[in-house]
């Protein structure tokens, strides 16, 4: 056995406990270790992620001999998060992680050994040889320069699970529409003299936070956005997330390589501007592994009596309505809107409607509804509130039509791959954008400013109600029908870029010989 481990190749993963990234990157590692029976995996993340980790890599086809060669590995000991609370709960685990990855990794390539915090299991890394590729995550910034310092000759992967345009908005150049040239801008406003008395990381904060002048967004697909329409109305997003994001911007300067979550299929015009500025100007390689999602997701399986458990509610309710009359209403593990009246209008417009739907209080941002309101909700039968949704198996499921989402990446090419409508209510980061390739419809909110492709914004509760009305006429007439068939055959260039020979099998097995260094 230690020969054979001697020999093998080893790569490492730093990940967070955030499903949104955690189901993607397990498809990552998936891809990689069944194409390279020499490839070993260690995954170094919370202990209270480690069966979810564990669970999203069975997802993926592997067997179990593939599955035997990941070893996912508990380093931070915690509480799993309470409802509403998961902001607070997320900003303890990144210090905590921060400072446990480094410890680990010592472990690691000094052939010790490393104990699972979640189980208890103890691995053995006398006779496997230090990874020669580590793989961190967006969330995971103060990892990689130290990575440099202590081990320079490993190569770094950062990990964008992000389509190219919202990449391109957020970190590319100011050309792009993005702030990734934030310092030099800052150093030519003291060398103008504007710097009015403020601090370096004053000025700079300025800058990277600017995008609410009117300023006509650059995009090489042809989508029509003005600045202030890639993030929230009023400006600034969850101050954690933009500050983790600022960090990124520097772990992406230090990384050798990047994977992304998109194709060309779905953004020709921004990912070729993409690879032409990461590969042909910043001398990195850049790898796109399309949507990281199971496309065989169509097909929906009743899940097993054992998993039904804490979700029966969820399918009794989906059971119980007929094929495609079903709304699902989750903006994942952060978000969710900051007015609850919002919400509350369109909740509204489900029980006047007779429109059946379930929604969840999962969001770290979670606001509670009015308690009369959610009463009559109950009450009604037509809607279903619960802790948390198995969101993945509900759009599976015959009775699920639509799906009311901030339009995150996972969500996007999870309703593509199971042939639902998606209903966005984008809040930032690359929720804005994604929204904009998918429809025409414009946001809500007392902030909005008029948007680049036209439509008027009121605001109000009547307004948003009407509105809302309207999308639900239009998913359940023509309309409905003829998006669906749209959708269907994006999935299915999606697909094919998907199949052996396609765009991204070519770009997986490129990323292969890349990190084995037989490019």
């Known amino acids: 056995m230690s020969t054979t481990l001697s020999s093998a190749k080893h790569f490492l993963l730093a990940t967070v406990p955030m499903l949104g990234h955690m189901r993607p ?6 891809e990689l270790v069944k194409l390279d029976p020499r490839l070993i995996f260690t995954i170094l993340l919370p202990d209270v992620a480690v069966s979810v980790f564990s669970q999203e890599l069975e997802q993926w086809s592997v067997t179990e001999e593939d599955l035997a060669r990941i070893r996912v590995i508990g380093i931070v000991k915690g509480e799993k998060s309470k409802p509403g609370k998961m902001l607070e709960w997320f900003v303890q685990i990144f210090q905590a992680e921060a400072l446990e990855l480094r410890k680990a990794y010592q472990s690691i390539i000094g052939q010790g050994s490393l104990s699972c915090s979640a189980t208890g299991t103890t691995f053995d890394y006398r006779h496997i040889t230090a990874p020669s590729a580590v793989f961190f995550d967006m969330f995971t910034p103060g990892f990689a320069p130290y990575l440099k310092e202590t081990t320079p000759d490993v190569k770094i992967i950062s990990l964008w699970i992000l389509t190219a345009g919202s ?3 957020h970190h590319g150049k100011r050309e792009h529409g993005g702030t990734a040239d934030w310092e030099d801008r800052t150093k030519a406003v003291f060398e103008r003299g504007e710097d009015g008395g403020r601090t370096f990381d004053e000025v700079a904060q300025s800058i990277r936070m600017e995008p609410n002048s009117g300023r006509l967004l650059p995009n090489a697909d042809g989508l029509k956005m003005y600045d202030y329409e890639s993030g929230p109305p009023g400006g600034g997003g969850p101050l954690p997330v933009r500050a983790i994001m600022d960090a990124m911007l520097l772990a992406t300067q230090l990384a050798d390589a990047s994977i992304t979550a998109t194709t060309s299929v779905f953004e020709p015009g921004s990912s070729k501007v993409l690879q032409d500025w990461y590969e042909g100007e910043l001398g990195k390689k850049l790898f796109n592994f399309g949507p ?3 496309f065989t997701m169509a097909q929906y399986k009743a899940p097993p009596l054992a998993a039904q458990t804490p979700f029966q509610p969820v399918y009794d309710f989906l059971d ?6 079903v709304m699902l209403v989750s903006f994942g593990s952060l978000f969710y809107p900051s007015q609850t009246w919002q919400l509350e209008a369109i909740f509204k417009t489900f029980l006047e409607t007779r429109t059946p739907f379930i929604t969840s209080r999962a969001p770290a941002l979670y606001q509670p509804l009015d308690p009369e309101l959610e009463k009559t909700i109950k009450d009604s039968g037509l809607g279903l509130i619960v802790d948390y949704v198995p969101q993945r198996d509900m759009l599976t499921h015959p009775s699920l039509g639509s799906f009311l989402s901030h339009g995150g990446n996972n969500p996007m090419f999870e309703s593509i791959a199971a042939g639902v409508l998606n209903v966005f209510w984008p809040f930032d980061v690359d929720q804005p954008i994604h929204a904009a390739y998918m429809t025409e419809a414009v ?3 007392e902030a909005a400013q008029p948007p680049a492709r036209g439509g008027k914004i009121e605001g109000t509760p009547a307004a ?3 509105e809302f009305k309207q999308v639900l006429s ?5 309309v409905g029908e003829r998006k669906r068939k749209n959708l269907m055959d994006l999935r299915q260039k ?4 998907l199949k052996e020979g396609g765009e991204v099998r070519k770009d997986v097995y490129a990323c292969l010989r890349f990190l084995l260094n037989e490019a």
């Open 292 to 294: 990281l999602v199971p």
């Open 25 to 30: 990157q397990s498809g990552i590692v998936c």
């Open 464 to 466: 948003v109600a009407a």
């Open 443 to 445: 946001r809500i909110g």
């Open 494 to 497: 999606m697909m094919d870029a």
């Open 320 to 325: 119980a309505h007929p094929p495609k009359s």
């Open 167 to 169: 990449i391109l908005w």
């Open 474 to 478: 239009e998913i359940k007439g023509p």
